[in-house]
């Protein structure tokens, strides 16, 4: 069981939270976090590249010099990859990079992952966060007050909050998400996960095994 401080926007101690991470993974699988991390990673990729072969590059075809006789390597084409402007030997083609992993096997990575903040103390709780208009500085200043400041930091609301977003989006290593949003790629990617009481709440309430309905 963790016991989590919750703070409020100055940075002062106004109670505490108490989890227990095994609530939301039993264990760690380091290879599921790895392998979904790499699925997310590996979506994002376009893969629209192409180069072109030897076989397609504009060019004559004639010989460039006699076979014999020039005391340099014999040549033939112009075109040839090892001459500039010529071909690539193993040419590009554009690819589908994307590959998918069971949505249960996804959903739970992402708990292992809040998980795992929780339990090296990466995890800062805030008791509200909510802007009347967006407010860089002020969310600066909140930043600052939990010793946040110049660290990539991911935060995490209860639900979208387009003011939260805008006072924080040009923060520099700062995003921000819903609860519902979170993936193990963005709770693992920032250093510290500032998230609010009532995101939390939501988190440990989504991790509770559903009643299996009696027959």
């Known amino acids: 069981m963790a016991s989590l401080p919750i703070l409020d926007r100055t940075g002062k ?17 380091k290879q599921l976090l790895h392998d979904v991390v790499v699925m997310y990673q590996a979506n994002q990729r376009q893969g629209t590249f192409r180069s072109k ?36 030997a193993f040419a590009k083609r554009p690819r589908e990079f994307r590959f998918s992993i ?9 708990r292992m992952a809040i998980a795992s903040k929780i339990t090296d103390n990466e995890v800062v709780v805030i008791d509200e ?20 400041s110049g660290k990539t930091v991911l935060v995490t609301t209860a639900a979208l909050d387009v003011n939260t977003y805008k006072s ?13 949003e979170l993936t193990a790629l963005n709770v693992l990617k ?3 996960l500032l998230v609010t009481k009532a995101a939390l709440d939501g988190i440990k309430e989504r991790a509770k095994p559903k009643a299996v309905a009696a027959s």
């Open 13 to 29: 101690q106004v109670g505490t939270y108490d989890i227990d991470p095994t609530a939301l993974a039993a264990t760690i699988n």
């Open 53 to 88: 072969s030897r076989g397609e590059v504009a060019g004559t075809t004639k010989k460039m010099y006699r076979q014999k006789g020039t005391g340099h390597a014999r040549a033939g084409s112009r075109r040839a990859v090892q001459r500039r402007g010529g071909g690539h």
């Open 102 to 110: 069971p949505r249960k096997a996804v959903q739970l990575a992402t």
């Open 129 to 148: 966060l909510s802007f009347a208009t967006p407010k860089t500085k002020e969310f600066a200043g909140i930043l600052k007050a939990l010793n946040l």
């Open 168 to 180: 924080a989006r040009n923060i520099e290593g700062v995003t921000v998400a819903p609860a519902s």
């Open 190 to 192: 920032p250093r510290r």
